[in-house]
């Protein structure tokens, strides 16, 4: 097996085997874990490792550096899906996309499952109702119009038919199939395939969330923020485990929080939108359903928007209130702007670790609480004094990209537009530092407000009884190769910071590892230290693995069960250009995409294929290669200051002048990983 490389003068690839390590001997013993430790879960969002203790600094996030010097640093963690819904809800459950079969922000995995899918021809018979979604995102796809059958008594089948232009979608419900016809033939405006998908009425898999199996086992669960996505719109069964309502999945999922006043405070229905009582600085995103189930879920007000602060620009402002983010009105806004967006959600976090701890206390039951930070996500709007630490030239300037431009060995269906239309032409150097400034000062924002939680966490007693765990959904892209945001399969798209401190595993602590980890590992690792038993029951396995290894021997190269990475995206053509879709998990339902790239990340390498896509099985065609990129990562060694050089990191695809057998053997590895891209079959109710 492949476990290591040279790289010469030419970047020609000569294999080596090397040997493996044998585990270190820690003279660090560890203590006793307490029974049924508490849980505090952090995630953040569009955050790449820019970080002090990742090789970065000039980043200012004092709370996150000091937390990183008491636990364990990974400095291989790498997302599934670089896109907010679709790695959310692979992370929350432990499956990766193939399995919850969510790339996009149309579906969710609490969705039902149905057979006999058609993407050729369209079902007719009488209508129970339909409806029209203003885009096809709203309306849930296809997935959501099987979901909505599968919840209905009457329904024998379905058909989903999408609009040209992607102006939106229609679901219809038929009690009987009288005919069946073939399916119109043509494209969007994006020369997507017009959806139109059909389908008999199905049954809900069993999917059990992180959460909920915590929950499960007598876990006070607790939530607020950013966790699951508040777009898009999901169809369910309307009943209390198939809600429907906004959000992937819908509702932000019920089951997976305990049903008690502190996450679900009484509300006043005011309209569609509900108002919770007393917590004026969150609204409810998610309108009423048919069940009107259990209240609100807190999720901050307002997206941050930069409107009406002076000087602000559409992506980035700075509001002049203190590092605290507290502005003058009465609920912390700014001159009648809302609050800054994570100050409702780390005070309200704070209320929650008080109540959990109170609780714990007076009945010994544990507490599981997530806590989802949305910065650094846009709008960067943060205090005007985390700009500053990034404004003065005197001081500092942030560093431009290396490679300012896609490089022409890499295939454009790579990279896709966001503030800028082609990967040839970058934007001004002024524009790149500015954006760079404010990104950075949005993470120092994001910092403080994780801080403000883990201070909590030691202000209530729990500190030495509770897992922290902390990682961000994907990573970011600031100009490198011109690539802005996420939506990639590269490194920089992929890659997360990730830290994780078990308080009865010394050895661990101040520590890093190097060793390929998967945000699908975050379930099993909860469930592993906690003492809960093994998930069993649902539809599908855990996909991830166990971090227990590294963190009891942090020197482990890679973990025992697995020495790799794997993350996917979708690709949708744009009309008229070299560039790709950068929208397909907006506006193009999942049987439409074209292309899928899959990607293996190991110690050394990371290797790419894009092949085309069968939108009947969800699956990849193998013998349908568009491209494939290769990237050479033997230098790239922890603890060893090269790090830092991020924008050095794929900026050619060297797969046309490797070594044959090197590219075989990975092209090898990685369709075995992915297990060919099907789905295994799903029980369901």
């Known amino acids: 097996m492949l476990t290591g490389s040279h790289r010469d003068a030419t970047n020609c690839f000569i294999p080596v085997i090397t040997m493996l390590l044998l585990p270190a001997v820690t003279s660090i013993l560890a203590a006793e874990p307490p029974a049924k430790p508490n849980v505090l879960y952090m995630v953040f969002d569009d955050f790449r490792p820019d970080l002090p203790f990742y090789g970065q600094p000039f980043v200012h996030a004092p709370n996150l550096w000091a937390f990183a010097n008491r636990s364990l640093v990974f400095d291989r963690a ?78 024998v089948a379905w058909n989903y038919a999408g609009a040209a232009g992607a102006a939106g979608g229609e679901c219809k419900l038929l009690s009987a199939i009288t005919k069946e016809i073939p399916c119109p033939r043509g494209v969007d405006s994006k020369d997507n395939p017009i959806p139109c998908v059909s389908g008999k009425r199905g049954t809900f898999p069993k999917f059990t969330s992180m959460p909920e199996h915590f929950k499960n086992n007598g876990y006070l669960t607790l939530g607020v ?53 007393g917590l004026p600085k969150f609204d409810n995103s998610y309108p009423g359903n048919k069940l009107q189930l259990g209240g609100a879920y807190l999720v901050p007000s307002g997206q941050g928007s930069c409107t009406g602060v002076p000087g602000g620009d559409t992506d980035f402002c700075t509001e002049n209130v203190p590092d605290t983010g507290v502005g003058p009105d009465a609920d912390g806004g700014i001159h009648g702007r809302p609050p800054m967006l994570d100050l409702p959600v780390f005070e309200n976090a704070k209320v929650k670790l008080q109540y959990a701890a109170q609780n714990r206390n007076a009945t010994g039951q544990p507490f599981f609480l997530a806590v989802g930070i949305k910065r650094p996500h846009l709008v960067w709007r943060v205090p005007a004094g985390y700009v500053d630490k990034y404004y003065n030239p005197a001081n500092f300037t942030p ?77 970011w892209h600031l100009g490198e190769y011109n690539m802005w945001e996420k939506r990639t399969i590269w490194e920089l798209g992929t890659r997360v910071p990730f830290i994780a401190h078990v308080p009865w595993l010394p050895q661990s602590h101040g520590q890093r590892t190097g060793a390929p980890t998967e945000l699908v590992d975050v379930m099993p690792t909860l469930i592993d230290l906690a003492g809960l038993p093994t998930l069993t ?24 069960s697995r020495d790799f990475a794997l993350s996917t ?47 009947s099985t969800l699956s990849p065609q193998w013998d349908n290669v568009h491209s494939r990129e290769l990237y050479n990562h033997t230098l790239d060694i922890p603890g060893e200051g090269l790090w830092e050089r991020k924008d050095d990191f794929e900026d050619k695809n060297l797969v046309a002048t490797a070594d044959p057998d090197l590219v075989s053997e990975l092209a090898k590895k990685l369709r075995a990983a992915f297990g060919g891209g099907g789905r295994p079959s799903l029980g369901g109710h």
């Not at 998990?585 to 069968?614: C, D, K, P, Q």
């Open 78 to 155: 790498y997302c599934q899906i670089a896109v907010c819904s679709p790695s959310r809800n692979s992370f929350m459950t432990g499956r990766r996309p193939n399995s919850t079969l969510v790339w996009n922000f149309f579906n969710s995995f609490r969705e039902a499952q149905c057979p006999s899918v058609s993407t050729n021809s369209q079902l007719e018979g009488p209508e129970i109702r339909s409806w029209n979604g203003r885009d096809p995102q709203m309306t849930g796809g296809a997935g959501g119009c099987c979901t909505s059958c599968t919840g209905e008594p009457s329904c």
């Open 225 to 277: 923020g950013k966790l699951y996505h508040d777009g898009g719109h999901g169809f369910g069964g309307n009943s209390t485990d198939h809600p429907e309502g906004n959000g992937t999945p819908p509702l932000a999922d019920p089951l997976s929080w305990t049903n008690s006043t502190v996450q679900y405070p009484e509300c006043e229905w005011n309209g569609t939108l509900c108002q919770c009582t």
């Open 399 to 475: 560093p431009l990209p290396v490679s300012k431009v896609l490089d022409k060995s890499v295939d454009p269906i790579a990279w896709v537009p966001f503030f800028t239309h082609s990967p040839y032409v970058p934007l001004e150097d002024d524009r790149i530092r500015e954006l760079r400034r404010h990104y950075y000062a949005a993470i120092s924002w994001a910092d403080y407000c994780a801080g403000q939680v883990l201070d909590s966490l030691n202000n209530v007693g729990m500190a030495s009884s509770t897992i922290v765990l902390i990682h961000a959904d994907h990573g």
């Open 537 to 560: 029951g649902d539809a599908l396995p855990l996909e991830g693995v166990s971090l227990r290894p590294v963190l009891e021997n942090p020197s482990l190269p890679t973990l025992p």
């Open 569 to 615: 995206y979708a690709r949708c053509p744009v009309l008229d250009g070299p560039t790709w879709n950068d929208a397909c998990i907006h506006i193009v339902e999942r049987s439409a995409f074209r292309f899928m790239g899959y990607t293996i990340r190991t110690t050394s390498y990371r290797y790419t294929e894009f092949v085309g896509w069968n939108g």
